[in-house]
Structures are given as C-alpha cells and as structure tokens.
C-alpha cells in the first residue's frame, strides 16, 4: 500500500520565537510580534511549509489567564500576521502545568512540551509528514519534543535562547543554533534543499 507524502511544517514555538517573551503574557498591550518574524514565516510558507504554532501556556493551569483569553491572543496574533502577509495554519496549546489550580489542568499530561502530542494532533489533522518537517523555538524541550516526533530543529537565541545554550546538557543535540526566527528561516530553507532536494 502506497501513502500519499505529506506536506512538511514548521512548528513554531510561540513566546521568545515568534513574539518577545514578557514571562506570562497576560494583557495583550505587551504583546510584540518580532519585526522580521511576519516576512520569516511567509518565507517559509512560500517554500511549502504548513506553519503550526505549539505553545506551553502553563498560565492557563497556574490561573494566571484563561483559556479564552489564549484563544483571543492567537487570533489577534494570527490577524496582526496576516496584516504583514503570514498565513498561520495551525495554532495548539497545552494548558496543563506541574503547579496547577485549576482542577484538570495538572501535569502529566500528553501535551506539555516535550510531549508530542501536538505535533502529532497536526499531523493528522494537515496530512504533515513529520520527517521532513522542522521545529524552532526558545528552549530545550522545544527540540526535544522535534526530535522525539522524528522532526530536525533549531535552537533559537532570542527569548530564552541565550540561557538554554548556556545550560546545554552534554548529549543534548541540536541542528542549529540561530540568533533569531530570520536566521533560523535561512537555515531551514537551505538545509531542506540539501537534505531533501525540495
Ligand atoms: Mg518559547
Ligand atoms: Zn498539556
């Protein structure tokens, strides 16, 4: 039985890749999108990418902002995207975290990073084929969880990204290590075309 190849993505991890990490984001007035990142995540779309966007939203479980209000910034981000030409496929979020108090929202779940269960929701739900598909984001567990679903990922330096390649663990590997989501794009498009021949 033949299967139909599917489409690669790049998932995106949210604060610290895309927008600039304030910790918690709770009022939609610190939101800053990036300036390049609008023109990065066209670029890859261009080239064949879905885009799908996984981010930890911990707050959710900690109390400190509501489901709702997640959903509303992804869609104010996805508009204020869209606005600069950066069509988002996707957007996923765990709201689970180990300090929860919000009943049903505590760890161990599935979805937390490095948990690859949103990855593989997408998957299914956009015909991705994982393996030549990419994350990029701000920590660790952003690469782990790419590679634990069979994807190549980039470490980023923006956001967290300066203090996670400081506390590299010693068999903790990783593609690339980029300064920001544009040099990471670079990278992405170029090593796919070597690696893939795309
Ligand atoms: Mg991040
Ligand atoms: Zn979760």
Not at 35 to 50: E, H, N, Q, V
Not at 117 to 134: C, I, K, N, T
């Amino acid at each position: 039985m033949t299967r139909a190849p599917g489409r690669p993505a790049v998932f995106l991890d949210r604060d610290g890749t895309i927008n600039d990490d304030v910790g918690y984001l709770t009022d939609l007035a610190s939101l800053e999108i990036y300036p390049y990142a609008p023109d990065a995540i066209r670029l890859l779309r261009r080239a064949g990418f879905a885009i799908i966007v996984v981010t930890n939203q911990g707050g959710i479980a900690r109390g400190l902002m509501t489901e709702a209000f997640v959903q509303d910034t992804h869609r104010r981000m996805a508009a204020r995207l869209e606005r600069a030409g950066a069509v988002i496929d996707d957007w996923f979020y765990c709201p689970h975290h180990p300090e929860s108090v919000v009943p049903g929202l505590a760890t161990p779940c599935v979805c937390r990073k490095p948990g690859i269960a949103m990855p593989l929701e997408a998957a299914a739900r956009h015909g991705l084929d994982l393996e030549r598909s990419w994350v990029i984001g701000d920590h660790w567990r952003d690469v782990q969880m790419g590679h634990a679903a069979g994807m190549r990922a980039v470490l980023l330096r923006t956001g967290h990204g300066l203090d996670q390649e400081a506390a590299r663990a010693s068999e903790q590997r990783v593609e690339a290590i980029c300064d920001n989501l544009m040099a990471a794009t670079a990278f992405v498009l170029e090593e796919s075309r070597r690696v893939f021949g795309a």
